[in-house]
């Protein structure tokens, strides 16, 4: 296997984007107290680290114990909790100590590569629970806490949630559930009447870790990462920042009137 090492490190990719995306702090999630799963590294980092940086408290909720603690140490107003999304007594026990929940940032995921002749169904199970699974699990035990006040669930599907791969078979299967479940949902709480709105991020390939793991389980990772900037008519890949300030602006009363819809961050691949 070709090595990796020559790849730009995860969130060091564009330098100068990097000067012109910062995000200016308004206090725009004043009081907010916002749970998100996988929040500890990558878009779930930057997605935390945004919401304090607009006022919000955030809950750091992931399997990785020590890079949640550290986040929620650096961020300060921000609190880690042990979670597996894919239990249903982790979810309870998770949630429990909150009596109401302003946003759910459903983002914890996995990407398994391969076509529908590799991918082993241990794999494909593997990839639906956390996906999928996760993100049911996480919406039901959620509502209760929002349905009375108000509330924004933000799903994270893919750019694979609208458009295939042909090697990325569970992927593919697991985000597109999250797209329909994310409107499913917010037709439900609109016809109830519940003051909830549910939609979903469609980011493109955002250099994190998780993009990292995909390029170790490749052959050529070099020629893999090339391609996946080609997908981009922008010409790179994307920065979990850019995910984070559309997450905030999905937590924030400023999308009070959307709900059920998919928002793509993807540098233009799905046009
Ligand atoms: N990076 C991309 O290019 C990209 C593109 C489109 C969509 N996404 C989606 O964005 C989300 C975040 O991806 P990322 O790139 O930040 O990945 P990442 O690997 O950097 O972070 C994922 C986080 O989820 C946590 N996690 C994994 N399994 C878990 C479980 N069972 N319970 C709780 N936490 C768990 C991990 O510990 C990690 O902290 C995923 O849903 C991913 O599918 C990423």
Redesign the pocket.
């Known amino acids: 296997m070709a090595s990796a090492r020559q790849l730009p490190a995860a969130g060091r990719t564009d330098a100068k984007i990097s000067e012109r995306t910062q995000i200016v702090a308004a206090g725009r999630l004043e009081g907010k107290l916002a749970f998100v ?8 980092a930057a997605i935390a680290r945004a919401f304090v940086a607009e006022g919000a408290e955030a809950i750091i ?4 114990r020590a ?1 949640g603690e550290a986040l929620a140490g650096e961020l300060g107003r921000a609190r880690f909790v042990p ?4 239990s249903e007594q982790n979810w309870q026990d998770a949630l429990a100590p909150f009596e109401r929940i302003d946003v759910l940032v459903n ?5 398994t590569l391969g076509s529908i002749e590799e991918v082993t169904l241990d794999q494909f199970r593997h990839e639906l629970d ?2 999928v699974l ?1 993100v049911f699990l996480g919406t039901q035990t959620a509502l209760p806490k929002m349905k009375a006040h108000g509330g924004s669930i933000i799903n ?5 949630g609208v458009r295939a791969s042909a090697n990325l078979v569970a992927y593919n299967a697991a ?1 597109a559930a999250v797209t329909l479940m994310t409107k499913s949902c917010a037709l439900h709480f609109a016809e109830k009447g519940y003051p909830v709105r549910c939609n979903s991020i ?5 250099h ?4 990292d ?1 995909v390029l170790a389980q490749s052959d050529d990772p070099d020629a893999l990462y090339r391609s996946f900037v080609k997908v981009h008519p922008v010409g790179r890949l994307g920065r ?1 920042e850019e995910i984070a300030a559309m997450a905030v602006y999905l937590a924030s009363d400023e999308s009070a009137f959307t709900t059920g819809a998919e928002f793509r961050v993807d540098g233009g691949a799905s046009i």
Request: charged share 15%; proline share 7%.
């Open positions: 799963t996988g929040g500890a590294s990558g878009v779930g909720a992931d399997i990785d890079a979670l597996d999304v894919t983002n914890a995921g996995i990407t956390i996906d996760g994270m599907s893919s750019l694979s985000k469609h980011p493109g390939a955002i994190t870790p998780i993009i793991k979990p």
